[in-house]
Nanobody
């Protein structure tokens, strides 16, 4: 049974920082690229961070570049999202995603999400 469990979401004031964690089980974590997505009410889910399986490369959209960082600890099967200088528009449910393509087959797993609310 694959499980991705996010934690760390809460309500904060604008300008503050927050770190989200996602603990994975049931997969060979080191073989998966990991990503964070978010979805605000009435909006589509959007990608906010990606980190490759070995942690050697990361990528961010312009909306969070310079404010968010992503890291992983393959020994702990955990990926982190560090969010700094938070803005009200960062308010959303944040989801953890594990992604792998192997022999032409795609595996995608999702967590249940954690709510982040940024007050102005």
């Amino acid at each position: 049974q694959v499980q991705l469990v996010e934690s760390g979401g809460t309500s904060v004031q604008a300008g503050n920082s927050l770190r989200l964690s996602c603990a994975a089980s049931g997969i060979t974590f080191r073989n998966f690229d990991m990503a964070w997505y978010r979805q605000a009410p009435g909006k589509q889910r959007e990608l906010v961070a990606v980190i490759t399986s070995a942690g050697s490369r990361t990528n961010f959209p312009d909306s969070v570049k310079g404010r968010f960082t992503v890291s992983r600890d393959n020994a702990k099967n955990t990926v982190y999202l560090q969010m700094n200088s938070l803005k009200p528009e960062d308010t959303a449910v944040y989801y953890c995603n594990a992604h792998r393509i192997l022999w032409g087959r795609t595996n995608d797993y999702w967590g249940q999400g954690t709510q982040v609310t940024v007050a102005s």
